[in-house]
């Protein structure tokens, strides 16, 4: 496994122990002792799990979650020394995926940090959607070719998406206009051709001699299958 995860608790002794278990079953692990600590390491880096202890001196868990916000791809495990059922409901109402309360076998943690992976990263595979070369991060609304993000206005990214969601169609150039713009088609060719030009610079290898979007003479264009 090279999944990244960060423990933040103030204990010294609970991260040491945290920290043990899970680099044996061969995660990466960062460490924060406090919930400033683990917000500067958060806007530097990317993980793949946070287990984050509630009770914390200067800013605990609870503000730390508030943060971050609920824009994040990777799932949170509370810690707590309070193990009443509201204290847990309150807990998992406020964005964690899931509540252990303290003191905690490590063995459990571990196990319940595996399936919360395994849970997430059947989520995240679920949001990509890839033709050929192009891959589509619907959760984070980013196209990438050959693994480099593209650079894309508002609405060559909404063209682009509406070509991925499914290749092969053709699309007219009335649905193209009214899905992109909202409004009645009134044969405006020229700021379709205009936009379909500007995603080709940035998708095909040859702008001039396009392989991706095709032009459907007489009936409008389409993303190659492939």
């Not at 945290?18 to 993980?47: C, M, P, Q």
């Not at 964690?96 to 490590?106: G, T």
């Not at 990509?128 to 196209?143: C, E, Q, T």
Request: charged share 30%.
């Amino acid at each position: 496994m090279n999944e990244k995860i960060l423990v933040v608790d103030d204990n010294d002794e609970i991260r040491n122990i945290v920290t043990l278990y899970l680099k044996n079953s061969n995660f990466e692990i960062y460490e924060a002792s406090t919930g400033r600590e683990a917000l500067d390491f958060l806007r530097k880096n990317n993980i793949s799990l946070m287990i984050l202890d509630i009770m914390m001196p200067e800013l605990d868990g609870i503000e730390v979650l508030k943060s971050i916000g609920n824009d994040r791809d990777y799932p949170i495990i509370f810690l707590s020394a309070r193990s009443s059922v509201k204290d847990k409901i309150e807990g998992l109402y406020l964005g964690a995926d899931d509540y252990l309360a303290k003191p905690f076998d490590p063995g459990e943690l571990v196990a319940r940090v595996i399936a919360l992976l395994r849970r997430n990263n059947r989520k995240l595979d679920n949001n990509i959607v890839k033709i050929g070369n192009l891959s589509w991060d619907k959760y984070k609304r980013l196209i990438y070719k050959d693994e480099n993000l593209l650079n894309l206005r508002s609405k060559e990214y909404e063209l682009l998406t509406m070509f991925m969601t499914t290749p092969g169609k053709v699309f007219t150039k009335q649905e193209i206009y009214e899905n992109l713009w909202q409004e009645y088609y009134f044969e405006d060719d020229n700021t379709i051709m205009v936009h379909i030009s500007n995603l080709r610079e940035k998708i095909e290898d040859n702008p001039k001699s396009p392989t991706k979007i095709i032009t459907i003479r007489g009936l409008g264009y389409m993303l190659r299958k492939e």
